[in-house]
């Protein structure tokens, strides 16, 4: 048996066997008449690593995330995964298999939720910060939080470094390639070879998570 299930299955005249990941996240294979099923299988778990990046890639890109409405079951995005907001009768925010809202702060639940979302990524790049100072020795003066919508992360000529609460939605990794590019700022202020020869050596896949940022820097929002 496959671990990834099929949405649909399509046998027909053709030879080989394709796989279709839809805009709205469906699994359709095409496969040959006679084929059995176990030869499908196969061919889709030697596929499933790519198959589960595009299905994860679609099932981001078709919510729909403008503007929020902090309604029950709407997606928030947090370190990359997507949980429905739940209004619940409590003092706080909490983060369990769902984004766990206090109903008396729907009125500006946006206002909270930024807060909030501005203090978890606080604790979070300074945890990442200090790892990958630990392992450079790129040493920073400070650590603040932006709201910048198109600026990421920035390194101030004193050596403060500055990140937007926005990234607490992006994935871990895409997290470390920003910390580590303002990081490596520290020592070489343009974006010179040296720059990005120092970014690789820790990072070798940064080329990738500068592509995902690229990609979808529009879904790291909640307006
Ligand atoms: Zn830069």
């Known amino acids: 048996m496959s671990e990834i299930k099929i949405d649909k ?3 027909s005249k053709r030879r080989t066997i394709a796989i279709i990941v839809t805009r709205d ?6 496969a040959p008449f006679g084929i059995k099923d176990k030869i499908i299988d196969d061919f889709i778990n030697r596929k499933s690593k790519w198959i589960n990046k595009k299905l994860e890639k679609a099932k981001i890109k078709c919510l ?3 503007p929020k409405q902090f309604v029950n079951g ?7 995964k997507s949980y429905p907001f739940k209004i619940v009768e409590s003092n706080r925010i909490v983060l369990t298999d769902s984004l766990e809202f206090p ?3 729907l009125t500006h639940a946006g206002i909270y939720l930024k807060e909030w979302y501005k203090l978890q990524l606080l604790k979070t790049i300074t945890e990442r910060v200090c790892m990958y100072s630990e392992m450079t020795g ?12 198109k600026r990421f992360g920035s390194c101030s000529p004193n050596g403060s470094l500055n990140f937007s609460w926005r990234l607490m939605m992006a994935p ?3 997290i470390d390639y920003v910390v ?16 990005w020869n120092k970014v690789r050596i820790i990072l070798p896949d940064y080329k990738q998570s500068e592509k995902w940022l690229k990609d979808n820097s529009q879904l790291l929002t909640i307006e």
């Open 9 to 11: 299955l399509v046998r």
């Open 25 to 30: 996240a469906q699994l359709i294979v095409r």
């Open 64 to 66: 729909n995330f403008n």
């Open 74 to 80: 709407e997606s928030f995005l947090y370190l990359g």
């Open 103 to 105: 109903g008396k702060f």
């Open 138 to 149: 790129l040493i920073h003066r400070s650590i603040k939080i932006t709201s910048a919508k």
């Open 172 to 174: 871990l990794n895409i």
């Open 180 to 195: 580590v590019h303002e990081l490596v700022h520290i020592e070489e202020r343009n974006h010179s070879k040296n720059f």
